[in-house]
Every structure is written in structure tokens, then in C-alpha cells.
């Protein structure tokens, strides 16, 4: 839902609201804990707090009860409103270990239903996103069965999903169930860990300008920073990435690209991930959201990255019975929100 960020620009899609960026010294702080946090690739013998956390996050999942239908996922997130509205606890689902150890398996757990959270009401002619150049369209979305417990609360989440709550949006979440228009074109539906993203880099996006080693490249730690100060000047002058005209005059106007051509060709191959299939500039290849709000919990919820071949208009969705639009209304709460882990504490 990459995974914190943007608001509606001009375009036709539904765009994911977009993260903070943080000026100056904030945000080198941020990118560095981001950098920290950030979980190397899986090791080909997992060691022992992974195969444990593992185990037990199987046994979380097993234990769950899938929502027979949407009406009864509807319900449920009405269940957790009333929880949250009495108590001000939200109960995680998942603890960070297990969390990590389950991206780093590729264990996705329960997706029949996915949400997704959108800015503003969902026009019945649109697509749930943006089909990209090279054919399909990518979403950024998370799973009910680590949503259920947040309820549609603007506040708990987007902190959950590692956003900000933007006054001006009017979020609603969209719960899909099976998505997938053509059982023979099954959307494919991933973990997003950088190694699964750049995978599909190589198989989608490859060409004789941009190649795979290119795109492990400009994935690699040494240019999350550069790249991340680069978008934060970008935005700052009203630019959109996936606009070429934008980059373009951003790519002529910027010294350190236009006079150094391997760092524009840098530039160009991660705005090519970032454009094409939504890695923005916060992605850290974790598969993880960065919870926002503070606090000692760093990690959210799974992200969940679906590349459908044949998006069907939002409207399509719905009157199949396979759409449930929900309105994000803010909730009276008896206090401080307070996230509970799995264990117990808080």
C-alpha cells in the first residue's frame, strides 16, 4: 500500500494517499530509521527466531475465521467500531517478528478479501487504479484479516498502513472479494519484498534501456536516500511522476541530473519502478508497512501487491457482488488509541 501518500492528481485512476515527506533534517532521520528497519533477503536456511515466528504466525492465520461474505465483512468492521469507540484498543493481529518472517517466506495468509484505501468516494466508471504502459494494473492493498480490527476510522487506519490523515480527503475503503475478472487471468498477488518486486521488474519492465541489474541497482541501500531527496525536490515543484512532461523538465532543471548522465540514468531506472509499478520512494522491500504515530511499534501490516491483467471499472466490481464501498467517518474515542500486541502489551 507502499504500501504512506498521495491525494487525487489529475489522472484517471485512484491514486493511494500519499506519505508525508518530512523537510530537511526530518526527513534524513526518517529515511534512516526506514533504512534500519528494512529486512534483508531471506536466507536460504531461515534461522531459528524466523522459523518460530513463522510457525506461530501460521497458527494465527489457521485460527482465524475467513468472513463468509462481504455483508459479513461490513458487520465485522462494524464490531470493531464499537470495540474501539468503548475501549481505544485495537488489537494487532500480527506481532513484527512475525510480520518479518512471514514477508520474508512469501506466506500471504488470507486474501480473499483485500481492502483498499481510497481518498475519496470511488467513481463506478474507474478502475481501482491506473493500468500502466506495459499492460496491467498495479494495487497496493492489504488484507482483511489485519485490517478487520481497525474498523474504518480515518485515524487508526491510516496509522496502520503508514500514512497521515489528510484533513481534506474523504477516505473509503474498498473490501474486493476474489478479485480477478477472468478465472484463466488471475490477478497475480505477491508480498511486495524487494526481491519479489524486482522479479517482476526483470520479467515486465526490462528492456534495452532499462535492465534487470539496473533495477537491483537503484533498489539497493546506497540510493534509497539520494533517490528519496531527489522525489522530495520533485514534489515540492508540483511535479507528478507519472507525467513525462513533469520529469522531463525536472530531469533538465536539476544540475545533478542534467550534467551527470550515469546519475540521471539512475534516476530515470527507479522512477521507472516507481511510476510503473508504484514503489515509491518510501519503499524499503520489507513487505511491510512503517507504522506512523509514534510509538515503539515500527511495523504495521503486510502490504500486498496485486498486478491484475484484466481490471475490470469499479461499477463492474459492485454489481457482481464483489465490491464493498465503506465511508472512513472519524470516531469519538475515550482517549489516546492504544495498539495492542498480539501477546497482550501495549
Known amino acids: 500500500m507502499p504500501t504512506p501518500r498521495r491525494l487525487a492528481p489529475a489522472a484517471p485512476h485512484l491514486p493511494a494517499p500519499r506519505r508525508r515527506r518530512a523537510p530537511g533534517l526530518a526527513l534524513l532521520a526518517a529515511l534512516l530509521v526506514a533504512a534500519a528497519v528494512a529486512a534483508p533477503p531471506a536466507a536460504a536456511h531461515p534461522p531459528d527466531w524466523q522459523r518460530q515466528a513463522q510457525a506461530e504466525a501460521a497458527a494465527r492465520s489457521a485460527a482465524w475465521q475467513e468472513a ?8 465485522r468492521l462494524a464490531a470493531a467500531r464499537a470495540r474501539i469507540a468503548a475501549t481505544g484498543r485495537v488489537p494487532l493481529r500480527y506481532t513484527e517478528q512475525q510480520l518479518r518472517a512471514m514477508a520474508r517466506a512469501g506466506q ?24 500502466r504502459a506495459f499492460g496491467k494494473l498495479p494495487l497496493w492493498v492489504a488484507s482483511f ?54 522479479a517482476i521488474a526483470a520479467r515486465d519492465l526490462a528492456d ?17 536516500i539520494p533517490y528519496h531527496l ?57 513487505g511491510c508497512t512503517f507504522m506512523t504515530g509514534g510509538g515503539q511499534r515500527e511495523l504495521g501490516v503486510h502490504e500486498i501487491f496485486v498486478l491484475d ?3 475490470l471499472p469499479i461499477g463492474a466490481y459492485a454489481q457482481a457482488g464483489k ?3 465503506v465511508p472512513c467517518e472519524p470516531l469519538t474515542k475515550p482517549g489516546p488509541l492504544v495498539f495492542v500486541e498480539p501477546d497482550g502489551r501495549r
Not at 68 to 75: F, G, I, M, P, Q
Not at 214 to 222: D, R
Request: hydrophobic share 45%.
Open 68 to 75: 463468509a461474505s462481504l455483508a459479513e465483512a461490513v458487520a
Open 108 to 131: 500471504l495468509g488470507h486474501t480473499r478479501f483485500l481492502v483498499r484505501l481510497v481518498p475519496n468516494a470511488p467513481d463506478p466508471a474507474a478502475k481501482l487504479g491506473f493500468p
Open 145 to 198: 484479516e489485519e485490517l478487520e480490527a481497525c474498523d474504518s476510522d480515518p485515524e487508526v487506519i491510516t496509522r496502520v498502513l503508514g500514512l497521515n490523515v489528510d484533513p481534506r480527503a474523504r477516505y473509503h475503503l474498498l473490501i474486493l472479494q476474489d478479485l480477478g475478472a477472468d478465472a484463466d487471468q488471475r490477478p497475480e498477488i505477491v508480498i511486495p519484498t524487494r526481491d519479489h518486486l524486482l
Open 208 to 224: 534495452a534501456t532499462y535492465t534487470p541489474a539496473g533495477f537491483e541497482a537503484v533498489l539497493a541501500k546506497p540510493y534509497r
Open 230 to 286: 531527489l522525489m522530495d525536490a520533485f514534489y515540492k515543484r508540483g511535479f507528478r511522476e507519472y507525467l513525462p512532461d513533469d520529469v522531463e523538465r525536472f530531469v533538465a532543471t536539476t544540475p545533478a541530473l542534467a550534467d551527470d548522465p550515469a546519475a540521471e540514468k539512475r534516476f530515470r531506472t527507479r522512477l521507472r519502478l516507481h511510476a510503473q509499478l508504484g514503489a515509491s520512494e518510501w519503499f524499503r522491500g520489507n
Open 309 to 311: 491483467p484484466k481490471p
Open 323 to 325: 465490491l464493498a464501498v
